[in-house]
């Protein structure tokens, strides 16, 4: 007999949030300053996932391997880069300053970061864009590495990653009496309502010690390039730079990157007196309209534009006539969901060995899973042994190839899942914690939402959804439309 997978007992992420969003208007938390910092605003997303992590709502994000070896071998290019690629040195006026997601894939033959890389292409094409548009792009490692191409206009952000890793060994953050108060009232309330230890004051002192270190640092660096755009991808975990750029009178644009909801604390802000944080960007550039009404973002709404996704535009087109094979279905995985939904995939692969109809199962793993899946996930261990299950664990395959090719899609809330509709894969949503943030597409009826592996064995019989625009999601990226953002 198949057995049940079993979800984590406790709160759900809906529940997580809820409590955070109460206390937040209970305490005014996002406005609540310790050391003249909105200290909230800094460690909002970082405390809800601890939370969530200690009361297993979700697991750890899987991320690839940094050994010890790793870590020194990478210590002199850090060094290195620090010295011969420091994006302080030197004063020099550039009009736009990139900073892009550290994480690359392969495209076209070369490492880029899918999210902004058209800026890069569109800014040095003086045929689409306006000419003199000076730019420079921020670079951060991924992973200790960096994988582009080097080019002039790249700076890498080692310099300033690695002195604060110094200053927050050497630094001393002395915290008054009635800020102490403040945060161990905060620490009392989320122990209790969560029935968990957290130490609030390790967090909040980090942060803020970073904080301060990298935000004297941006200072330093817009005064001296004095430009006017800031291009950002995950404006929430580069709050720093957004208050050093407001303070300097930039505009902070920041470029989505995955998917947006009322449940992801780096975006939904309920509150009534939660507009125009201070560490919150000016505008977002949103994949299509669908993302700008998802969320309560704390600024207007005419400063939240579809945008669309250049990289998707380009690289779908050669994948969409591509014949789909009967039965073939594709899982998405997650690395804070992994454990659950290989558990799932193993159990429905054991289930359709049963069936008269062959299946094929296609187990797409995470780039952060990559290096660590055999280690973590014991039903995946499994599932190699079974003839109709396929591991991916390496970027040699294209996602859209196997969404062309795939008949069923299995996820949870990846932002693949919406790609995923776009090539017409009958989609499940796997009821797991931060399904919710998926619950959008479930309740218009565009997906199914599962919690048994017979469940889907029953729905596949039969599966009829709405129709849905596909625009509604991507829209289709307009080389204008930057054009007219960035107007001389």
Not at 234 to 241: D, F, I
Not at 403 to 430: D, H, M, Q
């Amino acid at each position: 007999m198949t057995r049940i997978i079993q979800k984590p007992r406790g709160k759900t992420v809906k529940e997580v949030c809820d409590i955070i969003f109460s206390l937040e208007k209970k305490y005014d938390l996002n406005h609540m300053e310790i050391q003249g910092v909105y200290v909230w605003q800094l460690v909002r997303f970082y405390v809800y996932l601890e939370i969530s992590k200690k009361i297993e709502v979700l697991g750890s994000p899987q991320q690839g391997k940094v050994t010890l070896k790793d870590k020194i071998l990478t210590f002199l290019p850090f060094v290195k880069n620090s010295l011969f690629s420091n994006p302080l040195s030197g004063k020099y006026h550039k009009d736009i300053l990139i900073f892009d997601h550290p994480r690359r894939v392969i495209h076209n033959g070369e490492y880029k970061d899918i999210y902004s890389y058209f800026l890069i292409d569109d800014l040095n094409d003086g045929n689409s864009i306006n000419t003199g548009h000076s730019f420079e792009v921020i670079e951060s490692p991924y992973l200790n590495k960096h994988y582009t191409k080097k080019e002039n206009y790249i700076k890498y952000n080692d310099r300033i990653l690695l002195g604060s890793y110094i200053n927050k060994k050497l630094a001393n953050l002395k915290l008054e009496t009635f800020e102490i108060n403040k945060i161990a009232n905060l620490q009392k309330e989320i122990m209790l309502n969560f029935n968990i230890e957290i130490d609030l004051f390790n967090i909040i002192k980090n942060h803020i010690l970073d904080f301060k270190y990298h935000y004297k640092q941006y200072d330093k660096l817009f005064k001296k390039r004095t430009p006017k755009y800031i291009f950002v991808v995950v404006a929430y975990e580069n709050k720093s730079m957004i208050a050093a750029a407001k303070d300097n009178g930039i505009e902070t644009i920041e470029l989505q990157h995955g998917t947006i909801g009322k449940y992801h604390l780096g975006y939904h802000y309920p509150g009534s007196n939660d507009k125009n944080l201070n560490y919150f960007p000016d505008k977002i550039l949103s994949f299509g309209k669908y993302w700008n009404e998802v969320a309560n973002y704390p600024i207007d709404k005419e400063n939240i534009m579809a945008f669309g996704f250049h990289y998707l535009d380009e690289t779908i087109e050669i994948y969409l006539d591509n014949e789909k094979k009967k039965n073939q279905i594709l899982f998405i995985s997650q690395g804070v969901i992994g454990e659950y939904l290989s558990e799932f995939a193993y159990n429905l692969a054991r289930k359709l060995e049963e069936s008269d109809e062959k299946y094929e199962i296609i187990y797409k793993l995470h780039s952060g899973e990559y290096s660590t899946w055999q280690d973590n996930y014991s039903y995946l261990k499994k599932c190699e042994k079974l003839a109709n299950f396929h591991i991916i664990d390496n970027n040699k395959t294209s996602l859209y190839e196997l969404f062309s090719k795939s008949e069923y899609l299995i996820g949870v809330f990846s932002t693949a899942i919406y790609e995923g509709l776009l090539f017409n894969c009958k989609t499940f949503i796997l009821d797991l914690p931060g399904s919710e943030h998926i619950d959008g597409l479930v309740e218009e009826n565009y997906v199914k939402k599962i919690a048994t592996v017979n469940e889907f064995i029953d729905l596949i019989a039969n599966f009829k959804v709405n129709s849905y625009d596909k625009d509604f999601f991507f829209k289709k990226y307009d080389k204008s439309f930057l054009n007219n953002l960035i107007k001389k």
